[in-house]
């Protein structure tokens, strides 16, 4: 018999808004059930989230979503990182409508909110970088700025190869595929993108070059610097080096600070720049306004995107030092780079993260995250229980042989989705559940998700001799 408490009935706060989840009957329900045969139908088959989280949704309020059948979770997917304050924050969606009246689409030409939306991300950096750095607007994903920040550096070197790290993830164009670890991406497009070599991560759980914080950082960081200073190591001085501060699709995984600091004092002495990758990390998720400001260092290139709307409205920018601006008027342009109500929306994000103290928020309930899964770590099948800020993970591994438990991971989060809460899978053979919450989630929505996270490892990790999840 499960473990899993019975959800409670949902509820509503006298404005109307959801305030519990509320699970009725099977999943998916018989309406999503037909949206769902519908997408199959006429959708492509690249699809993802649907294919392990059988619902069609109808509407959403902060934290929580709503399906077509009337079922409501609470949303620790948060449209992948994009909707920093949940659904529908209110004062967000007047500034985007506010600017619907007035301009919608301004290709790359100066407007009054674009300006707004480029002096408010860069009152975000410290003042020192602040005065050095350009901006650059790319096309609407991350994916594109990556691409942009790589393109850049090369420019600037007049180099081509590029270094990357094991277990990354930043994207699925052409170019951001061959940047990223998983192989079996890779080999399905022959022909790839070349001069990319990748080197050991050095976080926590299982590092590729030994156990121990200390020695871990200095094996990772030495086997870069071997290779980037011998001349017979194979590897060009690249045009960039490449790193998530926190990987996120690769299984909510933080880099250990030491290693990071190594790798900004080597590519500094070697005159290689650094990108960091932000687009899952950025705009207060960790409970700074970018993750690099918990390293100590200030990187080449930072890489935004997801969050900076508030809203899920597209925007794709990086930040650079100004000495690499040496793009050619149209060198790296897209037609959905000037986004009016993603700018609106963008400024009135920043304005109530700063009045309502957000990423204290996040601070402290990544602590209370924390806290609460803590347990889990002494449960015979979890590897790891990681993160930082609002990105965590929960890394499920067979005691038996060590290896990824992916069935058991997919358990989990099927479990919770019964229960009401929507969790995403990441990670070496997904392996890893991860949570990313709205930053502005309260302490009573983290209680209830992670009560439900450790019922159903509890209930999915059950020893069962030969049993299948």
């Known amino acids: 018999m499960s473990t899993l408490a019975t959800p409670?009935?949902?509820t509503f706060s006298p404005s109307g808004a959801v305030t519990g989840?509320?699970?009725?009957?099977d999943l998916p329900g018989p309406r999503s059930a037909e949206l769902l045969a519908r997408q199959e139908r006429w959708e492509s088959a690249a699809r993802v989230y649907p294919r392990h989280l059988p619902i069609a949704l109808a509407d959403g309020d902060g934290p929580y979503v709503r399906?077509?059948?009337g079922n409501v979770f609470i949303d620790f997917l948060d449209g992948a990182g994009v909707l920093p304050l949940g659904h529908n924050h209110p004062e967000l969606l007047r500034a985007a409508a506010r600017q619907l009246g007035v301009l919608t689409h301004g290709l790359d030409f100066p407007t009054p909110v674009k300006d707004a939306f480029t002096q408010t991300q860069l009152s975000m950096l410290a003042p020192g970088l602040r005065h050095r750095t350009k901006l650059h607007f790319c096309g609407p994903?991350?994916?594109?700025?990556?691409?942009a920040a790589v393109k850049l550096c090369q420019i600037a070197t007049g180099r081509s190869d590029v270094v990357a790290f094991q277990g990354a993830f930043h994207g699925t164009t052409y170019a951001t595929t061959a940047l990223s670890g998983p192989v079996a991406r890779k080999d399905a497009v022959?022909?790839?993108m070349s001069g990319v070599h990748f080197f050991p991560y050095c976080g926590p759980g299982r590092c590729p070059e030994g156990p121990g914080p200390d020695g871990c950082s200095r094996r990772c960081a030495d086997q870069l610097e071997r290779a980037l200073t011998d001349s017979t190591s194979g590897v060009p001085l690249p045009a960039a080096v490449l790193i998530e501060l926190v990987q996120g699709e690769g299984g909510s995984v933080p880099a250990r600070t030491a290693f990071v600091r190594r790798v900004r004092e080597l590519t500094r002495a070697l005159g290689i720049p650094l990108i960091a990758d932000e687009v899952q990390t950025g705009c207060g998720r960790t409970g700074t306004w970018f993750a690099f400001e918990q390293y100590g260092i200030e990187p080449d290139v930072i890489v935004a995107s997801k969050a900076l709307s508030g809203v899920g409205l597209p925007v794709a920018l990086i930040l650079y030092?100004?000495?690499l601006d040496v793009w050619e008027p149209g060198a790296h342009i897209g037609t959905f780079r000037g986004d009016q109500p993603a700018f609106a929306a963008g400024v009135e994000t920043v304005r109530i993260m700063r009045r309502d103290d957000v990423l204290g928020n996040v601070r402290a309930r990544g602590r209370q995250c924390a806290d609460r899964l803590a347990p889990l770590a002494d449960h015979p099948w979890v590897r790891d229980v990681r993160g930082r800020g609002l990105i965590r993970g929960i890394e499920l591994a067979d005691p038996a042989d060590g290896r990824p438990a992916t069935e058991a991971a997919a358990a989990v989060q099927a479990l919770a989705l019964r229960h009401g809460l929507i969790v995403e899978l990441g990670g070496r053979d997904d392996a890893v559940v991860r949570l990313l919450p709205p930053l502005n989630v309260t302490a009573?929505?983290?209680?209830?998700?992670c009560?439900?996270?450790?019922?159903?490892?509890t209930v999915a990790c059950r020893p069962r001799a030969g049993a299948a999840f």
């Not at 989840?21 to 009957?25: F, K, L, Q, R, T």
């Not at 994903?141 to 691409?147: K, L, P, R, S």
């Not at 009573?444 to 998700?449: K, L």
């Not at 009560?451 to 490892?457: F, K, Q």
């Open 444 to 449: 009573e929505v983290v209680d209830t998700a």
């Open 321 to 323: 030092d100004a000495a």
């Open 8 to 10: 409670p009935l949902i």
């Open 451 to 457: 009560a439900i996270v450790r019922d159903a490892v």
């Open 190 to 192: 022959r022909g790839g």
């Open 67 to 69: 399906d077509v059948d």
């Open 21 to 25: 989840p509320h699970v009725a009957g």
């Open 141 to 147: 994903t991350g994916a594109n700025a990556v691409e």
